[in-house]
């Protein structure tokens, strides 16, 4: 009797589960550019810089995501932000159709200038 009544067990618990199916994510890159005079003063002792990107929408916002990174040599390499680099804290924040990036000093004191080259940005949009 046991022998019949664990499978049948089994059946019942696993037929009352439901089955969450995941729709397919889409990601995609957007590259632009920041030139150094695009580099705003924070009030704070940094710098700051907006970007829009219409992609990230409210959907994004809600279950996507967006991953930036930025190359100070023409595209051939990438840092993930945040990021410290030749003693700048670079990090990231976004909202609604905008991309922020800012900068300052990674110990938190000192002066800290913008790059006086031009950076650019890679931005991954994931749409769920």
Avoid: H, R
């Avoid at 037929?15 to 199916?21: E, G, M, Q």
């Amino acid at each position: 009797m046991k022998k019949i009544l664990l499978p049948l067990i089994v059946i019942i618990i696993f037929s009352s589960c439901t089955k969450t199916v995941q729709a397919p994510t889409q990601t995609y890159a957007v590259i632009g550019t920041i030139m150094p005079t695009d580099w705003v003063s924070t009030g704070t002792g940094g710098y700051a810089v907006s970007i829009n990107i219409p992609d990230i929408t409210q959907s994004v916002l809600n279950a996507g995501g967006v991953a930036v990174s930025i190359s100070f040599d023409g595209g051939n390499t990438y840092e993930a932000l945040p990021e410290v680099v030749n003693g700048i804290a670079y990090g990231t924040y976004y909202s609604y159709s905008t991309v922020n990036i800012d900068l300052f000093t990674a110990t938190g004191s000192g002066s800290v200038y913008p790059p006086t080259s031009t950076i650019l940005v890679k931005i991954l949009v994931t749409t769920p």
